[in-house]
């Protein structure tokens, strides 16, 4: 082989140009191939550089549009193999000199290296390899710490050193205390049969910067919120789901961080008005409770994306329910709910409306505002007309109506551009060859039945 295509790093790592591809080698045998990795740098955003800390922040903040995807049929790619070849070289070069960090190379490259570096017996591989998996995932952008999390990499970790990425104090005594009072935080009997020591713990929690990101407690046995959890100041996630749970704290608002708050399936009734303080909040999924109102300070989670209320005891909605700007669904299924407030219709980004099963026989002209929604469910309630005000949901694809008190579909419905599916399960008196005369021109699929 030509000297030029045969590039040895070092005892332990080789680079080679086989027909024309960049094949890595660990200990003699062929690892992967090289994959590419082109970014094109807008002359405006060279200055946006300076804030990168990695590879991966690179490849996910700048433009791709160099790199080869089947969608990109003009795709040109000039760079001679051989010059390609030499830059990765230069990569892997750079990589070793600077002891394997895992920021010089794009992470679905670095670690699989790295583990196979440390397999094969390199020193200098095996003293780093844990130390860049935590630091990564701590301090990481999150692709990396997905990456990490799903291909495994935290179990090469011992349960002391997972648990060492909780730098603050506070935070550990959480930890420490969640461990003590509720053993199945930490371990199942069937996982500790199995050999496999600490993988509930590191399912149920994670760390981010230092602190705990992540707790999940779902069927552990809890009662109440510990009062010690004020202190998750930068908890992101928190599952409270399956347990006894008889109300939350009223402090719940002082987790700043927290973007997902699962707690289904508990037997709290009321939540306090402390919720609105989540200011972060993205999704809050409380289905299978037994919650009979909703505070107005619900309205004050500017951030959430998804309210899951699914299967509650819920008469009404508060007005403040449209101040939820950012709102794509709300389920409301299986609850008590005889109106809707007025300002549901300032639900503008709302997608996802899901009122089946409740006690609504009226709805309001200002439905028709929800210029964004895409499926709507009135399955089972006692509608008998809907307002004229629907014919601007120009972007409804799916529309259920079966089993209300609906005896005519209005004519704008058969109008609505982008309307896919249709529900009128149980409506006898209209007729099906009515619909279908109507939707002749339309691609629709119509449930009768």
């Given at each position: ?8 790093i ?8 086989e ?16 994959k ?54 230069s ?24 583990r ?9 591989a ?11 995932y ?19 970790l011992?349960?002391?050193e ?73 908890l ?9 749970i ?46 009979e ?11 959430l ?15 403040s ?19 809707l407030?007025d ?6 980004k709302?997608?996802?409306l ?32 809907l ?27 058969y ?20 619909i ?12 009768l039945?």
């Amino acid at each position: 082989m030509d000297e030029k295509k045969n590039f040895i790093i070092s005892k332990y790592l080789t680079v080679k140009l086989e027909d024309g591809k960049t094949v890595i080698f660990v200990a003699g045998k062929p690892i992967r191939n090289c994959k590419f990795l082109l970014i094109n740098i807008l002359v405006d955003k060279i200055s946006s550089l300076d804030e990168i800390q990695s590879i991966d922040e690179a490849a996910e903040n700048l433009d791709h549009s160099l790199e080869p995807l089947p969608s990109r049929k003009q795709f040109k790619y000039s760079i001679p193999p051989d010059v390609e070849f030499w830059g990765h070289c230069s990569n892997l070069q750079v990589w070793y000199e600077n002891g394997y960090n895992t920021k010089l190379l794009h992470s679905n490259i670095a670690f699989p290296l790295l583990r196979e570096l440390t397999r094969a017996g390199d020193i200098q591989a095996k003293r780093v390899f844990k130390e860049e998996i935590a630091e990564r995932y701590n301090n990481g952008i999150e692709s990396v710490r997905r990456y990490l999390k799903s291909l495994h990499y935290l179990d090469e970790l011992s349960l002391e050193e997972f648990l060492s990425l909780n730098e603050n104090e506070e935070d550990r005594e959480v930890v420490e205390r969640l461990r003590k009072e509720y053993p199945l935080f930490e371990e199942y009997p069937l996982f500790e049969e199995a050999g496999i020591g600490g993988k509930v713990l590191r399912l149920n929690l994670a760390f981010k910067k230092g602190r705990v990101a992540k707790l999940n407690l779902n069927n552990i046995g809890l009662k109440k919120l510990p009062d010690y959890f004020k202190n998750l100041t930068c908890l992101e996630e928190l599952d409270i789901s399956n347990n006894e749970i008889g109300e939350l704290p009223e402090w719940i608002g002082r987790l700043k961080s927290l973007k997902l708050l699962k707690a289904i399936s508990n037997p709290f009734k009321t939540l306090p008005e402390g919720i609105g303080e989540l200011q972060s909040l993205q999704k809050l999924d409380l289905r299978l409770s037994q919650l009979e109102s909703l505070p107005e300070s619900i309205g004050n989670l500017r951030e959430l994306r998804v309210l899951d209320l699914e299967q509650n005891r819920i008469t009404k909605l508060p007005a403040s329910i449209g101040n939820l700007k950012n709102l794509g669904k709300l389920d409301l299924k299986k609850n008590l709910i005889t109106t809707l407030p007025d300002s549901i219709g300032c639900l503008t980004k709302l997608e996802k409306l899901n009122l089946s099963e409740n006690f609504i026989d009226i709805l309001p002209e200002t439905l028709g505002e929800l210029k964004n929604i895409e499926y709507l469910s009135f399955e089972g309630n006692k509608i008998r007309k809907l307002p004229i005000s629907m014919k601007n949901m120009q972007n409804l694809k799916t529309l259920n109506l079966s089993r209300t008190s609906l005896r005519t579909l209005p004519v704008y419905l058969y109008k609505l551009p982008k309307l896919e599916r249709l529900d009128i399960r149980g409506l006898d008196d209209i007729i099906p060859r009515t619909i279908k005369s109507e939707f002749r021109n339309k691609y629709l699929t119509i449930r009768l039945n």
